[in-house]
């Protein structure tokens, strides 16, 4: 068992497809799930799995890549602090060409500021130990599924008595949208909730949902056996009318989730509100460092605080993260708008919306 | 960034260990699970193991998505 080609088994796939028809033949209407996990948009995307859903079965994406929901204003203060004399910026590749409200940290290395791409937060830790005279900042954006890594990173630089080392935090957690998102405009019939989100924070993350709400919701792997029977597991309880949080990924998610990452986020970070780009503020959705590593807080250590931008008015990300349009719906796609050349979020991170579109839009749609 | 891989156990350290994917190793930290052996598999996500794989419940997913019940019932209503 290797964990990854089992369960891409074309033959058994098909099996998948032919009983998600049966299933869907019990739908009394057209239902609309959505995949709030963006590397759910990208595997959907690229198994070509949207053409083999049934006519009755909608799937839009969500809002669940941590690069598309970064706001400019963060991007601004992380250009603020790679101008700063003195300091090294250390990212995960995939925020180096999000937008600011001016530029983006790919033109400002390019202009000769120090911005490194680092393949872990860990990895900022040891950039700081070797460069003792320099600051050296760590982006931490992503959901609860990076923001332990980021914590275990402050809790390493603290242990190891690292002093040059911070972050500057947007991290944001998943149910809360999830709730604002059933409250919007969109009907979501169902969820499909993201996977290693809930390998740290179980079943119990979304429980509000399907009982305050009554909108099903099922934990789903990213292969594409998971997802074909995470979809089918979906469209059986809205069929059946029930609304309740199953797990598809038992094999990686606990119903607990992972109680120590959860003691170590509740650690070092603290709820906080947040702002989503296209989304707006939702209270409570972010993680901000507590009080007791101040000192690992950039914020605190630069004194910044986060400027209020308006976004390209003609970038429709908000909407395509709220589910209500496609990225073919927008004038810029294609055109203004490129992943060499991103207006809005949706376009930059491989997994954004825009992006995946972009990259493999055409064959799905002549698959259909 | 997202991109969380099942990789297999090589190395265990006190904080740490070495994980490989198709010939790739990379240390990932080990402060988030309870015990890790060498030939565990794990969910590394940005240097963090996040989880550690069950083998039992990866049979039985499978062995459900081999037992696909509307297709069976399909089948008996033709014949
Ligand atoms: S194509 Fe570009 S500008 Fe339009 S919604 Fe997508 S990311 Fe935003
Ligand atoms: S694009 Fe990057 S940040 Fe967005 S979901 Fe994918 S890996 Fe995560």
Known sequence: MKY??????????RKLVADLEIEAERLSRRVTLMEVCGTHTMAIYRHGLKPLFPEKVRLVSGPGCPVCVTPAGYVDMAITLARTPGVIITTFGDMLKVPGSQT????????GRDVRVV??????????????????????????????SVAAAILTAKREGVKNFTVLASHKVMPEPMEALTKGELKIDGYICP??????????????LAEVYGVPCVITGFEPLDMLRGVIMLVRQIAEGRAVVENEYFRVVKPEGNVKAQAI??????KSNAVWRGLGPIPDSGLAISPRYESYDAMKKFKLSEPDVRENPACLCGEILKGLKEPLDCGLFATACTPENPVGACMVSSEGTCAAEFRYGERSRANA | MCVAAPMKVVEVGEYSCVAEIDGVRKSASIIALEEVKVGDYIMVHAGLAI?????????????????????????????
Do not use: C, Q, W
């Open chain 1, 119 to 148: 393949y872990s937060p860990m990895d900022a830790v040891e950039t700081a130990k070797s460069s003792p005279d320099k600051e050296v900042v760590f982006l931490g954006v992503g959901f609860e599924t990076t923001a332990p």
């Open chain 1, 265 to 270: 986020l509740a650690d070092v970070f603290e």
């Open chain 1, 104 to 111: 983006s940290l790919v033109k400002e290395r390019g202009a």
């Open chain 2, 51 to 79: 989880s550690k794989l069950d083998p039992a419940s990866a049979e039985e997913t499978l062995r459900l998505m081999r037992e696909i019940v509307a297709t069976e019932k399909r089948n008996d209503e033709i014949h």
């Open chain 1, 195 to 208: 996977a290693h989100v809930s390998a740290i924070i179980g079943e119990r993350g979304y429980r509000r």
């Open chain 1, 4 to 13: 990854i080609d089992e369960f891409r088994d074309g033959a058994l796939a």
